[in-house]
Nanobody, 125 residues
């Protein structure tokens, strides 16, 4: 049974940092496309960052490039998202997801069938 459990969210001041974790069970992380998505109130779920199972390449949303870093610890079967220089626009519920995207498509939420419960990130002074 595939299970994803996020942790690490919280309240942080603008300019601060957080590291999100996603503990996976029921499969090995390197066997699937994996990633982080977020959803703010009244908005659609959007990609933050994903890793392709095909070549381990990472994709980032333009708004987080240079500030967020996705990584994977295969030994711990855990996915991470290091978030630096946070701003209020980054406030959202962050979800990790896993799946097998067709034809190398691994950045759209629609191709991911497995999701965690989400962790709230609030950036506010």
């Amino acid at each position: 049974q595939v299970q994803l459990v996020e942790s690490g969210g919280g309240l942080v001041q603008p300019g601060g940092s957080l590291r999100l974790s996603c503990a996976a069970s029921g499969f090995t992380l390197d066997s699937k496309d994996i990633g982080w998505f977020r959803q703010a109130p009244g908005k659609e779920r959007e990609q933050v960052s994903c890793i392709s199972r095909r070549d381990n390449s990472a994709s980032y949303a333009d708004s987080v490039k240079g500030r967020f870093t996705i990584s994977r610890d295969n030994a711990e079967n855990t996915l991470y998202l290091q978030m630096n220089r946070l701003n209020p626009k980054n406030t959202a519920v962050y979800f990790c997801a896993a799946g097998v995207g067709p034809d190398g498509d691994y950045t759209r939420a629609a191709v991911y069938p497995y999701w965690g419960q989400g962790t709230q990130v609030t950036v506010s002074s």
